[in-house]
């Protein structure tokens, strides 16, 4: 359900916490409490560290209520969905998976992102040559999860052993996924996206199997050409048109950047608190006067880069164990796909979706979690084939 978060609100028009996934989340959760004995269940310490980020946001959180500047209906959200994956992400690796299990969660999730492209797709075409986001909760979720589906599916297409026909399959969602990030009008998914494409085709580079398999893409795109004018499409496309309209102008990203710094600077680096960066009072006395208009006259804005989230509002201790987190998913990630092939996929996926976080705040994302759950596991297979 997480390629379709939103569907309840997009479709029925109801607005309301208890999304699918969540209550899902929540269920799977039940279920592994009550089908294991105590014993049976696995912490791992490195996944503790996301316990930690979230209890030592909690210090910048009261000492902020304690001055009466809390936007409480943010703090509580934030924690509800803190809760929610901290639920599911460690309590599901008490159940005996194997490579073969995360294959499949992973085509599943993939399969849903395809999905969800053509439906943004749709709306693009017919509804709205805006943004896109379709089921999912906002345009910059929904590029996370397009470069995440577009990466699992191009790697692949030019490194998996297959029938024709499932590479024939991969290369069609290879062209949705592409298509459906185009829509969501995402910039810095364009970085991670050509970042992705640049190690899969670097890694156990082969001449002949590069030019036979970009032949295979390259050649319906000039056939596309001569009935589409990509010329006057790419005018119309949310990405290449931001990039262009906002080319010269100050980065809205920096200027948040530079404001929180400052504002962590102002709350004796102790931190905001829980999602109090967009908080009025906050938001109005360090943003608010910038002279980046578009960022000034916002109502509230996060501060688009996962890094600085957790230093700026969760604080310094907070930000030592996410970066904790990272670097030791990366040097397991790392040292299995030394020893496995089979794993460098993930690697290259966890590259991208580090890269990604420089640039947005997905640290919310629901399906960002569930790659962290991915990589868990996969930092804990040691040879399996």
């Known amino acids: 359900m997480l390629p379709f978060e939103n569907i309840t ?6 607005e309301s916490p208890f999304r699918p996934y969540r209550v899902l989340a929540l269920l799977i959760g039940l279920l592994i409490v009550i089908s294991r004995k105590p014993q049976q269940l696995k912490f791992f310490k490195n996944d503790l560290n996301l316990v930690w980020v979230y209890l030592f946001g909690l210090i910048p959180s009261m000492i902020a209520w ?14 509800i969905q803190y809760f929610i994956v901290l639920w599911i992400f460690l309590l599901i690796k008490s159940l005996p998976f194997t490579i073969r299990n995360i294959y499949h969660c992973m085509d599943l999730f993939c399969f849903g992102v395809v999905i969800n ?12 040559m805006g943004r896109q986001s379709g089921w999912m909760d906002n345009p ?9 589906a577009f990466t699992y599916f191009f790697y692949q297409f030019y490194h ?4 024709g026909f499932k590479k024939l399959a991969w290369l069609l969602a290879v062209f949705i996924l592409f298509a459906g990030l185009l829509v969501t009008g995402s910039r810095s998914a364009l970085i991670s996206f050509a970042l992705s494409i640049l190690m899969i085709l670097l890694y156990q580079f082969n001449w002949k199997q590069t030019l036979v398999k970009t032949g295979l893409i390259v050649i319906p795109l000039l056939l596309l050409s001569l009935i589409i004018d990509f010329n006057r499409l ?3 496309i949310p990405a290449w048109n931001r990039l262009v309209t906002l080319s010269g102008k100050e980065e809205a990203r920096s200027t948040l950047w530079l404001k929180g710094l400052e504002a962590f600077k102002d709350s004796d680096f102790i931190g905001l608190g829980i999602e109090q960066f967009k908080n009025p009072k906050n938001y109005s006395r360090f943003v608010g006067q910038t ?25 310094i201790l907070a930000f030592v164990c996410f970066v904790s987190f990272y670097k030791t998913l990366f040097n397991k990630l790392y040292k299995n796909s030394l020893n496995n092939s089979n794993q460098y996929l993930f690697l290259i996926c966890f590259i991208n979706i580090a890269l990604f976080s420089f640039f947005n705040s997905s640290f919310q994302s629901h399906s960002m979690w569930f790659m962290f759950i991915v990589f868990g596991f996969v930092a804990i297979f040691k040879d399996e084939n």
């Open 291 to 315: 002279e980046n208009v578009s960022v000034a006259n916002q109502a509230g804005l996060v501060l688009h880069n996962d890094y600085l989230t957790v230093l700026v509002e969760y604080g």
């Open 117 to 128: 492209s053509i439906y943004m797709l749709y709306l693009f075409g017919f509804a709205d």
């Open 160 to 163: 998996a052993p297959a029938s």
């Open 9 to 14: 609100k997009v479709i029925w028009q109801i």
């Open 234 to 236: 790419a005018d119309a």
């Open 140 to 148: 910059n979720f929904a590029a996370f999860a397009c470069n995440v």
């Open 66 to 79: 304690s001055k009466g500047m809390l936007l409480a209906e943010s703090f509580w959200l934030t924690s």
